[in-house]
C-alpha cells in the first residue's frame, strides 16, 4: 500500500503535467488513499479532467470531488440555451443514435435519458454536452439496451482483458448471470478499473457491470 504522501506528490505531479489544468487553482488532500479535491474552475471540461487525471495515479482508490464551477458574469448561460447547444450538439455526434437521448437542463446541470445500444453511445453522449459553455455538471442516466443476445460473453470479455497491455488479465475473475458481468480482482489504478468495466461493455448482450475490482 502507497503512503499518501508519495500518492499526493503523484497526483500534484499529474495535474501539473496536464496543459489544460492550472495546478494552483486545485487543492489535493490524500486520506488512506482517498483523494480529495477542491477548488475553483472556469469549465465543466476541466472539472472532469482533473478527476480522470487523478484517477489515473497508482495507489488512488478514491475520488472525493468538491472542485466548483464558475464561468463568471459574461459566460453564464441559460438553462434555455444549454438544452439547445446540447441537443444541437447530441445531432451532429456520429456516435450518438438520433433521437435515443432526451435531454433536460436545471440550473446549469444537463441530465440525459433515453436508451441506446451500447455503452460507449451513452458515454459518447455525455462527452457530447459536457464541454458546452454553461455547463455546471452532467447527470447521465441513459439506458442500455443491447439488440443482440448474449453469446458466450465471459470468454468474450476474457479474451479482451488479455488484449489489454494495461490490465493483467489473470488478476481479474470475471462472471456472467444473463446479461449481467460481475468483475472482481486487482488492478493497478482507477483508470485500469474504469478501463476494464468499459471493455466489458463492449461484449454484445452486457446490459450491467457491476466493478467490484479493487485498487492495489
Known amino acids: 500500500m502507497r503512503a499518501d504522501s508519495s500518492i499526493k506528490e ?109 455503452d460507449y453511445k451513452k458515454t459518447s453522449a455525455k462527452k457530447a454536452v459536457e464541454h458546452l459553455l454553461g455547463v455546471h455538471g452532467v447527470s447521465n442516466t441513459i439506458d442500455i439496451k443491447p439488440a443482440v443476445k448474449p453469446i458466450d460473453i465471459k470468454a468474450k470479455i476474457k479474451k479482451a482483458f488479455e488484449r489489454m497491455a494495461t490490465l493483467d488479465a489473470n488478476k481479474i475473475d470475471v462472471e456472467v448471470e444473463g446479461h449481467t458481468v460481475k468483475l472482481r480482482g486487482k488492478v493497478g489504478s482507477i483508470s485500469e478499473k474504469n478501463e476494464a468495466r468499459k471493455t466489458a461493455y463492449f461484449a454484445p448482450g452486457v446490459y450491467e457491470v457491476k466493478n467490484e475490482l479493487e485498487v492495489e
Open 10 to 118: 503523484d497526483v500534484l505531479a499529474e495535474l501539473d503535467w496536464q496543459q489544460n489544468i492550472d495546478e494552483s487553482q486545485i487543492g489535493v488532500i490524500v486520506n488512506n488513499g482517498v483523494v480529495t479535491l477542491t477548488g475553483v474552475v472556469d469549465s465543466y471540461s476541466k472539472k472532469v479532467a482533473v478527476e480522470k487525471a487523478v484517477n489515473s495515479v497508482a495507489g488512488v482508490k478514491a475520488v472525493a470531488e468538491e472542485i466548483k464551477v464558475d464561468y463568471g458574469n459574461n459566460l453564464k448561460k441559460t438553462d434555455a440555451e444549454i438544452a439547445t447547444a446540447a441537443v444541437s450538439a447530441l445531432k451532429w455526434h456520429s456516435s450518438v443514435p438520433i433521437n435515443t437521448v432526451d435531454v433536460k437542463v436545471e440550473d446549469g446541470w444537463v441530465y440525459l435519458s433515453g436508451a441506446v445500444g451500447w
